[in-house]
């Protein structure tokens, strides 16, 4: 019976550095790609038309640029969506006492 046990925890073992080693190789993909990514948009400066910015900067107002005109309802759907957030935990909190 120990035996046995011994067997299971030495392939347990085996196993379990197996997937150490994949997880470690993966993780270190994972962690160089996003770093290049970010490489690439913060410190890499590009031209565009005539003008020497970095990436996340012209993006960024690209995007300002397609939703300049539905700003003020982006705000307005977040406000309201956490006044309801608030109001449904203050209405379960307010259960809760009275539940006791």
Excluded: W
Aim: glycine fraction near 4%.
């Amino acid at each position: 019976m120990e035996e046995v046990e011994s067997i299971k925890r030495k392939n347990k073992n085996k196993v379990s550095a197996y997937f150490t080693k994949i997880f470690y190789h993966l993780t270190l993909k994972k962690f160089i790609i996003l770093s290049l990514i970010g490489i690439f948009l913060f410190m890499i400066p590009i031209k565009i038309d005539s003008d020497i910015t970095i990436p996340i900067a012209f993006l960024s107002s690209q995007i300002n640029g397609m939703i300049v005109d539905y700003i003020p309802f982006i705000k307005t759907y977040f406000i309201i969506i956490s006044v309801i957030g608030s109001l449904l935990e203050i209405i379960d909190e307010t259960e809760f006492y009275f539940q006791k």
